[in-house]
């Protein structure tokens, strides 16, 4: 059978396919990316017919082997191997191709035609990914075959080998780039460092083939696929036994934030909810007794509570957009000295209520940071607010500006002599409800989304936040930021 025909009768069925129904809405909204498809299948099927008719000797043997390593091709391509969780798995190709090519050399390209279109549609692949993957095998197979020739230097099927992998793995990103239909089930990524080394194993049949015949040869591949399948399933079991380790371990934590959420929810929303209550029913006795003087004082309380989880709520909401969603504004330069200005503005009477000293350093030429002036205040805010919560009556905070260690970066920092953090603490410091287990933490009113909230500021503004801290002696936070000069 020639190339023409397995293409043909597998494009015409395609066609009639997608004209004889209706075109649903949601095809309809991908159909410039299905355009653009269909033209790249079209264009690289083009090419591995010209290198089909322009190579030499490539009409179908009537060699009784050349059928038998045809389906052999077809079982590499579908004894597909995945090394690393999450990523697509590599078809074991390479040796099959390897004894295909030095047994018939370039007669061996519509076979390897027929063996990518059947293997693609038993892998449940369809439209015109059927095509462009076989195009890829058989430009590859054409390109390793006449590199192998060409070369005296080295062994030909060692040249095979390493320009077959090569050229599918670059075809292969070409097609990633260049398709733009959306995604749906695609061939395997090939896998270079898999491959190579697998090759010299395809040495085994050629020798029996040479000693023995053509029968040996096939036994020889036979039994050597048969070998392939039982590594593949090992790997795979390994790859697949790591995956489900790593689901254990998501499930584990999503119980533990789980358990955080329940946290929070029993004691920083009850003591609030149940102020409001209780005021809420002194305020309506104390209506019903004529008592309009306690009125007023009983509104506050209830005003406070609310206004307590209302920005409990905000907090919760904010993290959720900073995670989820790219909707921000963009950064701009800020002036690191007047954002320090403002935060002392608004907590230094805080700090002076417990007889702190709030000290400012910055230098007088640092160079304005690229942020967002809004989440960068706030996140200040943050630390600030916890270094007066944390640090005892008497002690000293320090908050800085300076040029970063790296290039075309700025540093922002806040360091005070409170109580300090362990090893431990910090490993968990900017986990959602994270609370440290220290009594004197315990102590004082907190949901654990602060240090949350405020990693997730600077994260989305392009900055990474550092803590080092001796327990007993006081804790330093260092945002590190990218400068206007960058």
């Known amino acids: 059978m020639s190339i023409w025909g397995v293409i043909t009768p597998a494009f015409a069925t395609e066609a009639q396919s997608k004209a004889g129904r209706a075109l649903p809405r949601r095809w309809l909204g991908h159909l410039p990316g299905r355009v653009g498809t269909y033209a790249y299948a079209a264009a690289v099927s083009l090419a591995a017919l010209a290198a089909t008719v322009v190579a030499r000797g490539t009409m179908p043997s009537s060699d009784e082997a050349y059928a038998p390593l045809a389906i052999a091709l077809i079982v590499g391509l579908l004894l597909t191997v995945r090394l690393t969780p999450g990523r697509a798995a590599a078809a074991m190709v390479l040796i099959p191709a390897l004894v295909f090519d030095a047994r018939f050399g370039a007669a061996a390209l519509p076979a390897v035609a027929y063996s990518g279109i059947m293997a693609n549609l038993l892998r449940g692949m369809r439209g015109p990914r059927v095509l462009s993957t076989a195009a890829h095998l058989v430009l590859a197979f054409a390109v390793a075959d006449a590199a192998g020739r060409a070369t005296g230097a080295l062994p030909s099927w060692l040249v095979f080998a390493v320009v077959f992998a090569v050229a599918r793995l670059a075809l292969w990103h070409l097609a990633a780039r260049l398709e733009t239909a959306p995604p749906q089930a695609r061939a395997e990524q090939p896998e270079v460092l898999l491959s190579l080394p697998l090759a010299p194993i395809g040495l085994l049949p050629l020798a029996a083939g040479e000693r023995l015949g053509d029968g040996a040869l096939l036994l020889a591949m036979a039994a050597l696929l048969a070998l392939l399948f039982v590594v593949r399933e090992a790997a795979n079991l390994a790859t697949a036994r790591a995956e489900t380790e790593g689901e254990r371990d998501r499930l ?103 007889q702190q000293t709030l000290r400012v350093e910055t230098a007088d030429d640092l160079e304005p940071a690229l942020a967002m002036p809004l989440l960068l205040r706030e996140a200040l805010s943050n630390l600030v607010s916890n270094a007066v919560k944390y640090t005892p009556q008497g002690g000293e905070i320090t908050i800085w500006a300076a040029r970063g260690s790296r290039p075309h970066s700025m540093e922002l920092g806040v360091r005070d002599s409170g109580i300090g953090l362990s090893p431990e603490d910090q490993q968990r410091l900017f986990t959602k409800f994270f609370r440290s287990s220290d009594p004197r933490v315990q102590r004082e009113r907190g949901s654990g989304l602060g240090l949350a909230l405020t990693h997730a500021m600077v994260v989305r503004m392009g900055g990474t936040i550092t803590v080092t801290s001796t327990l007993g002696e006081g804790t330093t936070f260092r945002l590190t930021l990218p400068s206007r000069a960058a």
């Open 252 to 354: 584990a934590r999503a119980n533990a934030l789980q358990d955080d959420l329940i946290h929070l929810i029993t004691h920083e929303l009850r003591n609030p909810l149940t102020l409001v209550v209780s005021y809420a029913q002194l305020a309506r006795r104390a209506a019903f007794d004529d008592n309009n003087e306690a009125i007023p004082g009983y509104i506050d309380h209830i005003e406070k509570a609310g206004r307590s989880i209302e920005r409990l709520m905000e907090n919760l909401l904010q993290l959720s957009k900073l995670e989820r969603t790219d909707a921000l504004p963009p950064s701009e330069s800020v002036d690191l000295p007047l954002v320090i200005k403002q935060v002392v503005a608004d907590l230094g009477p805080l700090a002076k209520q417990k």
